[in-house]
Every structure is written in structure tokens, then in C-alpha cells.
């Protein structure tokens, strides 16, 4: 079992950056693929970026690519989303989750962290 917590949120502005940590219980998290979603008030769940477990492959949907950078650093069990020139419909609850299978915001994530939230001000 694999426990994800995620850290870094909070209120920023139009244009600010944020860096979130998702940082793992264990020390296999290396044997994991990691994604990023996040989910606003009354809306479905949207998956954002995915790194392979080397961080050698990443993906991105097109609404964050270029301003969202997905990075890990396995020796210290840790995923990053680097968020910069954040808009005000970023706002959201941001969570991350791993997969044992390669399949960038599809197939089966096994594990889930509870989720930071992303308030941006206009």
C-alpha cells in the first residue's frame, strides 16, 4: 500500500507560480508511473501531465503544456507539478496518483493522494 500526500497549495494571483509535492510513503515509488489531475467545484476530474517512473517520458494535455512542468526526484520519493503563470479557472483541488502500467491520464491509477487545493485570484 502506497500512501500519497500532497503538499504546496494555498491562494495566489493571476500569474503567480506554485510548485506542488506529492510525496509517497514508501521508497518504490520509483516503481511507479506518476500523473496529475485536479477537479473544480462541479466539475469532472481532469487529468494534467504524467512522468514515467525513470522521469525520462512525460505528457501533457494541451491546456497546461508549456506552463505546467511534471518532474520527480525518486531518491526522495517525491513528484512535482511546477505551475507557472497560473489563471484564475486553474483553481481547483490538485491530487496526484500512481500507476503500475504506462497510460498517461487512462488505464488504472492503484494509489491516490487526498489532494491540495489551488485557489488563483484574478
Known amino acids: 500500500q502506497v500512501q500519497l500526500v500532497e503538499s504546496g497549495g494555498g491562494l495566489v494571483q493571476a500569474g503567480d507560480s506554485l510548485r506542488l509535492s506529492c510525496a509517497a510513503s514508501?521508497?518504490?515509488?520509483?516503481?511507479?508511473?506518476m500523473g496529475w489531475f485536479r477537479q473544480a467545484p462541479g466539475k469532472k476530474r481532469e487529468f494534467l501531465a504524467a512522468?514515467?517512473?525513470?522521469?525520462?517520458?512525460?505528457y501533457y494535455v494541451p491546456s497546461v503544456k508549456g506552463r505546467f512542468t511534471i518532474s520527480r526526484d525518486n531518491a526522495k520519493n517525491t513528484a512535482y507539478l511546477q505551475m507557472n503563470s497560473l489563471k484564475p479557472e486553474d483553481t481547483a483541488v490538485y491530487s496526484c496518483?500512481?500507476?503500475?502500467?504506462w497510460g498517461p491520464g487512462r488505464g488504472q491509477y492503484d494509489y491516490w493522494g487526498q489532494g491540495t487545493q489551488v485557489t488563483v485570484s484574478s
Open positions: 496518483a500512481a500507476q503500475r502500467i
Open positions: 514508501e521508497r518504490t515509488l520509483s516503481r511507479y508511473h
Open positions: 512522468i514515467d517512473w525513470s522521469g525520462g517520458t512525460t
